[in-house]
């Protein structure tokens, strides 16, 4: 798999209930996004997230991605 989606990709999608590191995720909700957010999950219930703006880095459970 590529690391990032380009134009005109084609996504298939399924429904789930769990999501794993890596899964992406599409987003559709007329009444706030116009066109649908799609999104790579980096991390699941019980890990930490920590953003520095500064620096622009993602932290998960203290791991720079």
């Not at 799609?38 to 459970?61: E, P, W």
Request: glycine fraction near 6%.
């Amino acid at each position: 798999m590529e690391n990032t989606l380009k134009h005109k990709d084609v996504l298939l999608t399924v429904n789930k209930s769990e999501y794993v590191y890596g899964d992406i995720v599409v987003i559709t909700q007329d009444t706030y996004f116009k066109t649908p957010l799609i999104k790579r999950v980096i991390a699941v219930g019980g890990q930490t997230v920590d953003i520095n703006y500064d620096t622009n880095t993602v932290y998960v459970d203290g791991v720079a991605l």
